[in-house]
C-alpha cells in the first residue's frame, strides 16, 4: 500500500499548542485542528460539536417532505 501524502493530515491531541513536524518521504504532513476520518468529524478537543450538526443536517435533508 502506498500512502498519498497530499491527503495525509496530522492531528494532535490533548497539548493544543504543541506543533507537529511530520513529513512522508520528503512531504510536509499539514497538521489539522478537525477533519473527518471515515465518516466522523474528530476536532483536537475530541468535542463532537460538528459531528452532531454534520449528522443533523443530513438527517433534515434525508427526511420526506411533507405533502400539503
Known sequence: MTL???????????????KLNVSLVGTPIE????MKYLGV???EHLNFDDQAEYA????TRASPRSIG
Open 4 to 18: 498519498n501524502a497530499g491527503k495525509t493530515k496530522a492531528m494532535l491531541f490533548g497539548n493544543l499548542y504543541a
Open 56 to 59: 443533523a443536517s443530513k438527517a
Open 41 to 43: 468529524w474528530l476536532d
Open 31 to 34: 497538521q489539522v485542528s478537525k
